[in-house]
């Protein structure tokens, strides 16, 4: 019979190898033995343990089942936010981009601007930072905040210059570009990637660069993130300077000043897309002045000043099986034609929306029809037409519920008071976390990228932790059971701890997200963004309840009355307070930093009339650029009312009364001078 001083040292032995394990595998990302011999040393320790009382270690995995792993690559933020582009598809919307420019710059309608006309490759996106020529690390884009540090592997690119010895070369810059694949090149992998984007993102990541080094990986510099005195006035001439460092940029490239001329190139390039080396899926239009890209700025999650022009949508015909309604997490019921599967443009469709009852109706669109589907970028397929002339008598009429599908609510049109007309979307009039599947919606948007961005929790993983019946409110993801998780299909020990550290992970959030997670609806990103800064405090957002003064909301400049309605009703209902309080206790919510180092510290301004050379929203981003308060309304709260031409005389009143102080543009340009 063993003794207890051998059976320790049998029991300590293999405590150290598995330490060694968890090291070579999670920091060194050289593992010596394969997962099924890992797994199978945790699992004989975790056998003595039930086997022998007496044996217990603080880096047990019976105990530490929340070891910190590492992913396969470490993670940094990008010092400028590396953002994507919008969308556009036709004449119009290129039109409506241009008019925003104009509006937001207070321009002529005639003004004309030079654009940097680019190729818009289907890649993926990576950063280099080169100090002193010297290539020092490589992002990939990852949210746009935060990449994985692939370095060693973007060195294994013959396109990506390592050091630099040009004069002119900048001693601290950040330059972007598109790593792909040749299509002639992607013949050779086919049978491991479904397309040369897959295969290109898959290469980048793989554990080790002298795997990467095999794949014949390509990259096309397009931009700049962070540069230090970056004295380029225009996108083309920096596109110049990178070719003459040694980066290989688009042959196709090009300047076009005239509108017309835009459309012209974009349709005779899309017309000669497929004989091109690469995949490209548009053009990409930069305003070609670095000064004006500067003053437009960012809106949301894309620059005002670029914009990417997709090729024509593809398209297909196929029959209507039946048609089912899916529940958003703001109640909106949407029908969706479930299709004989078609090929459109490289992607088998199943699905297409139908987007409301309105569209059905005026369509037309019944059970049964041949109808043309239609996929464009990005955007969800979508049914444009029924062809009539293959319509049968077995078609059967599509009749929408009055109640919910899922809760039995009832459904409901909302009144638009602005509009003064009834919202096209039927809704479910459930509220809080009655309906199911809202809730199951509300849930993936807790966990999305935008939101808490928990790796492994994608939108399948959540139905099935919802059938599982292991989460019911957002707060059950704090409180999994991580082993009862690890005895369901698909799932193993390394992912369940791979799970545990994403969630681990996202405890840790800024204020404007947590109130972007909760899903209230009218408050996205930019609303929560807003919110967030005029409480600045987590604190006062958790003592809100259906007593607060919801009207305090007017004064934030961009907040209406919608969302202050939304907000009233959304704090009104008790399960809804119950859910976030219950997050506070698990969540590290970080206050909203309010830069206070600028020209306007602590004064609030608002504008009324029209100012000269500069749009309101420039005016707008500029005065909070400088740390001051924009506010909506005249209040005792406001420092100065700003005043242009034919301003709105009430306003002037009302500051003339409250002891406002007055001023014109000059003034104002004299304050942040």
């Known amino acids: 019979?063993?003794?207890?001083?051998?059976?320790?040292?049998?029991?300590?032995?293999?405590?150290?190898?598995?330490?060694?394990?968890?090291?070579?595998?999670?920091?060194?990302?050289?593992?010596?033995?394969?997962?099924?011999?890992?797994?199978?040393?945790?699992?004989?320790?975790?056998?003595?343990?039930?086997?022998?009382?007496?044996?217990?270690?603080?880096?047990?995995?019976?105990?530490?089942?929340?070891?910190?792993?590492?992913?396969?690559?470490?993670?940094?933020?990008?010092?400028?936010?590396?953002?994507?582009?919008?969308?556009?598809?036709?004449?119009?919307?290129?039109?409506?981009?241009?008019?925003?420019?104009?509006?937001?710059?207070?321009?002529?309608?005639?003004?004309?601007f030079e654009y940097s006309v680019e190729p818009k490759i289907d890649g993926i996106s990576a950063s280099l930072t080169y100090r002193?020529?010297?290539?020092?690390?490589?992002?990939?884009?990852?949210?746009?905040?935060?990449?994985?540090?692939?370095?060693?592997?973007?060195?294994?690119?013959?396109?990506?210059?390592?050091?630099?010895?040009?004069?002119?070369?900048?001693?601290?810059?950040?330059?972007?570009?598109?790593?792909y694949i040749n299509k002639s090149d992607f013949e050779n992998l086919k049978d491991k990637f479904a397309n040369p984007r897959n295969a290109a993102s898959g290469s980048l990541r793989q554990k080790e660069s002298s795997e990467t080094k095999k794949i014949p990986l390509k990259f096309i510099a397009y931009t700049f993130g962070f540069f230090e005195n970056n004295k380029f006035n225009k996108q083309s001439d920096f596109l110049n300077s990178l070719q003459n460092w040694g980066f290989k940029v688009s042959k196709h490239n090009s300047i076009?000043?005239?509108?017309?001329?835009?459309?012209?190139?974009?349709?005779?390039?899309?017309?000669?897309?497929?004989?091109?080396?690469?995949?490209?899926d548009g053009l990409v239009y930069k305003i070609n002045d670095l000064k004006l890209q500067n003053r437009l700025g960012f809106v949301g999650n894309a620059p005002r000043w670029a914009v990417a022009h997709k090729f024509s949508a593809a398209y297909s015909f196929s029959k209507i099986l039946k048609i089912e309604i899916q529940i958003g997490r703001t109640g909106a019921l949407t029908p969706v034609a479930k299709v004989e599967p078609v090929n459109i443009g490289g992607v088998v469709v199943s699905n297409a929306t139908l987007h409301n009852e309105d569209e059905i109706i005026k369509k037309d669109i019944r059970i049964g029809d041949i109808v043309k589907i239609e996929r464009a970028g990005d955007v969800i397929p979508h049914v444009i037409s029924v062809d009539t002339k293959k319509r049968n008598s077995k078609t059967i009429k599509f009749k929408f519920p009055s109640?919910?599908?899922?809760?039995?609510?009832?459904?409901?049109?909302?009144?638009?008071?602005?509009?003064?007309?009834?919202?096209?979307?039927?809704?479910?009039?459930?509220?809080?976390?009655?309906?199911?599947?809202?809730?199951?919606?509300?849930?993936?948007?807790?966990?999305?990228?935008?939101?808490?961005?928990?790796?492994?929790?994608?939108?399948?993983?959540?139905?099935?932790?919802?059938?599982?019946?292991?989460?019911?409110?957002?707060?059950?993801?704090?409180?999994?059971?991580?082993?009862?998780?690890?005895?369901?299909?698909?799932?193993?020990?390394?992912?369940?701890?791979?799970?545990?550290?994403?969630?681990?992970?996202?405890?840790?959030?800024?204020?404007?997200?947590?109130?972007?997670?909760?899903?209230?609806?009218?408050?996205?990103?930019?609303?929560?963004?807003?919110?967030?800064?005029?409480?600045?405090?987590?604190?006062?957002?958790f003592r809100i309840d259906e007593n607060f003064d919801f009207n305090s909301f007017i004064n934030i400049d961009g907040i209406g009355e919608i969302q202050i309605a939304s907000l009233r009703k959304f704090f009104s209902i008790k399960e809804n307070l119950k859910v976030v309080k219950e997050l506070a206790k698990f969540l590290n919510i970080k206050n909203e930093v309010i830069n206070n180092s600028g020209k306007l510290k602590k004064l609030s301004f608002m504008i009324t009339g029209k100012l000269q050379n500069?749009?309101?929203?420039?005016?707008?981003?500029?005065?909070?650029?400088?740390?001051?308060?924009?506010?909506?309304?005249?209040?005792?709260?406001?420092?100065y009312l700003v005043v242009g031409e034919k301003p709105t005389t009430k306003k002037i009143n009302q500051a003339k009364d409250l002891g406002i102080k007055i001023i014109n543009q000059d003034e104002l340009n004299n304050l942040l001078n």
């Open 1 to 112: 019979m063993e003794d207890t001083k051998s059976i320790k040292k049998g029991y300590i032995d293999k405590i150290k190898r598995l330490i060694k394990h968890n090291e070579l595998y999670y920091s060194k990302n050289n593992p010596l033995i394969s997962d099924s011999e890992y797994d199978e040393l945790k699992k004989n320790i975790i056998e003595l343990e039930i086997k022998y009382d007496f044996l217990k270690h603080k880096d047990s995995p019976s105990k530490n089942i929340g070891f910190k792993p590492s992913k396969t690559f470490k993670k940094q933020r990008h010092k400028v936010p590396m953002l994507s582009l919008s969308n556009i598809f036709d004449k119009n919307d290129l039109i409506n981009f241009e008019k925003k420019i104009k509006n937001y710059l207070n321009l002529k309608i005639n003004q004309i």
């Open 256 to 280: 076009i000043s005239n509108f017309e001329e835009l459309i012209q190139n974009h349709k005779s390039f899309e017309e000669k897309r497929y004989e091109l080396e690469y995949d490209v």
């Open 614 to 639: 500069m749009s309101r929203a420039e005016a707008k981003s500029t005065i909070e650029k400088n740390s001051g308060k924009i506010l909506s309304s005249v209040t005792k709260k406001l420092d």
């Open 403 to 541: 109640r919910c599908p899922s809760c039995g609510s009832p459904v409901e049109k909302e009144y638009n008071k602005q509009t003064k007309k009834h919202d096209a979307v039927k809704r479910c009039s459930s509220e809080g976390y009655k309906c199911e599947k809202m809730v199951i919606e509300k849930i993936k948007h807790f966990v999305s990228k935008d939101a808490l961005n928990i790796d492994g929790l994608g939108k399948r993983v959540v139905e099935k932790f919802w059938e599982k019946n292991f989460i019911r409110f957002p707060q059950d993801i704090f409180k999994l059971d991580y082993k009862k998780i690890e005895t369901s299909d698909g799932w193993g020990t390394q992912s369940v701890l791979n799970l545990k550290y994403s969630i681990d992970k996202s405890k840790n959030i800024s204020f404007n997200k947590f109130i972007f997670s909760l899903g209230i609806r009218h408050i996205g990103q930019e609303n929560a963004k807003l919110i967030a800064k005029h409480l600045q405090k987590k604190e006062k957002f």
């Open 132 to 179: 002193n020529g010297v290539l020092v690390s490589g992002l990939s884009r990852g949210d746009g905040y935060e990449g994985e540090l692939i370095t060693e592997n973007l060195k294994t690119i013959k396109d990506i210059p390592q050091n630099i010895k040009f004069k002119d070369f900048p001693d601290n810059i950040e330059v972007r570009g598109e790593v």
